[in-house]
């Protein structure tokens, strides 16, 4: 029997390859498999042909992204204001795959970067805003240049950036992927983190909008709003902040910068060719927002 349809699929391209596994190839060109075999059926994807450019990609849940789609045959432009890290992260995913450094607060940094990016792989396939930071303390001990670097950075540096690369992407008439690290904190708000929270909030309503705008020109916008992760962030808050969290948890663990991951590739697969302006949140249930 014949699998259901991948969206972007055609039924015409499905070839048997044993008795039980079919492939494809998804509206991107990208290798598809349809495993039947054992309990349940398992769609793998392939990302090769593909170009992902990945912010935050020194660390924590940038560089876990840029593993997943690097794993998955994507050439990765990993983006990231710590050289050193950068560095560490492009050899440690290899292949064709390049680092650019660039401090998303700075416009003219994210416009040169957009221009090395290109030179170098072309135009990119697959977009993930995964930079950002956090300081946690009560709103009235905030401080004028923490809200602006906060802006700047998890607000402005995906808007900037992204405008940045849909200017050539749009004149080319270039499907793409966009993919906007978010926050549940931007969902349900979040002790300590009030500005931070706003920020987050302001990139959703970000991703529907422009989900919106680009839907005709074939480019998807999605968010993955990631609960409390185990990263250097969650690593520096007191001890029974962190103790609490864990135990708020329905599923009793932290998220792991790979779980993250696994959402962002999703959008960024063939899986997702006909979902656009949605938020996912992988957050162990902790947040059960509708």
């Known amino acids: 029997?014949?699998?259901p349809l991948v969206?972007?699929?055609s039924q015409t391209h499905w070839r048997q390859t044993n008795q039980q596994d079919w492939s494809s190839t998804d509206g991107l060109g990208n290798a598809v498999r349809f495993a039947s075999s054992g309990a349940g059926k398992v769609a793998e994807m392939e990302l090769g042909n593909t170009v992902a450019v990945v912010t935050g990609a020194a660390s924590g849940i940038g560089r876990a992204v840029a593993e997943a789609m690097a794993t998955a045959g994507a050439t990765v432009a990993a983006v990231d204001r710590d050289a050193d890290g950068l560095a560490?992260?492009?050899r440690a995913i290899g292949g064709a795959s390049s680092g650019h450094q660039a401090d998303l607060a700075d416009k003219d940094a994210i416009l040169a970067?957009?221009?090395e990016v290109i030179a170098a792989h072309g135009l990119p396939d697959v977009i993930v805003n995964a930079a950002g930071f956090d300081r946690v303390e009560p709103f009235m001990q905030n401080d004028d240049a923490l809200w602006e670097s906060l802006?700047?950075?998890n607000f402005l540096g995906p808007v900037r950036l992204t405008h940045a690369f849909l200017e050539p992407i749009l004149a080319a008439e270039h499907p793409a992927k966009i993919v906007n690290i978010a926050s549940d904190a931007g969902r349900v708000g979040s002790v300590g983190e009030t500005v931070y929270?706003?920020?987050k909030g302001g990139l959703i309503a970000f991703t529907k909008?422009?989900?919106?705008e680009m839907a005709r020109h074939r480019i998807n916008v999605?968010?993955?709003?990631p609960g409390p992760t185990d990263t250097p962030l969650f690593a520096s808050l007191p001890e029974k902040l962190r103790e609490g969290l864990v135990r708020a948890i329905p599923l009793r663990r932290l998220a792991t910068p790979q779980d993250v991951a696994g959402a962002v590739l999703f959008f960024a697969s063939g899986h997702a060719d006909y979902i656009t302006g949605q938020v996912l949140s992988v957050s162990g249930g902790l947040t059960m927002a509708g």
């Open 88 to 90: 560490d992260t492009v």
């Open 1 to 3: 029997m014949i699998p």
């Open 197 to 199: 929270a706003g920020t």
């Open 209 to 212: 909008s422009l989900a919106r």
């Open 113 to 115: 970067m957009r221009d």
């Open 222 to 225: 999605n968010c993955v709003c």
């Open 7 to 9: 969206p972007g699929a």
């Open 151 to 153: 802006a700047a950075v």
